[in-house]
């Protein structure tokens, strides 16, 4: 292979590269109409209403400047991946969205039902969020499963740290499908795996407004201003 044609192969790919990174970065339209669809770790059980990461989300982009309106949020504390999807369904939903988010799974993993159910049921997910904004990828983001395993109720579990391996492999296949579709991965596990009190809500097993703070923090880390 020459010199000049291996250059140009080079370039071509860090290219493509470039473009990937640019896609994988969460696109903020002005006025930012959020709906934020997931389970207890969205609508934020036991914290407070505007505790949430969702509206601490939308707090932190009106702060800077850009224009924002409440968010929508579709969730409740023990869904699953097939529970979401007959929401959305069932809602009647406005279609102009410009900002969606999806954080799902952990009710598959903890209610032991088949992982072939995620990885076929994600993609319908992704779907149906794709139709309330559009047909926009560029306005759509996956939230990883944070990891209970660290929570008291968590230690508590007869499973243990098999819940913490699990809990990989759904996030694995959430982030993979969210790179084959070129749309923002925000890795929020990492920060739960830490034993601090404060991160955890006083029922000893969902995050805290604090926790969800550093989520926020990890998002507006992903937006592309």
Known sequence: MSFKFSYIITIALLFVSSALCMAQKITLKSPVKFLALGDSYTIGESVG???NWPHQFIDSINASGIEAENPVVLATTGWRTD???????DSHLASNFNL???SIGV???YQGKPFSLFETELPVLFGQA???CNNDTTSIFFVSIPDYYFTPFGLSSKKGKTN????DQYNTFMNQ??????VPFIDVTSISRNRDEHLTAKDGLHP???QYSKWVSEMLKSIKW
């Open 130 to 132: 794709l139709r309330h």
């Open 100 to 102: 969606v988010s999806i």
């Open 177 to 182: 499908f969210a790179e084959k579709m070129h």
């Open 107 to 109: 009710n598959n993993q």
């Open 208 to 210: 805290s407004a604090f």
């Open 164 to 167: 913490s391996t699990e809990l």
């Open 49 to 51: 209403a505007k505790e």
């Open 83 to 89: 529970d979401l999807m007959n929401a959305i369904n």
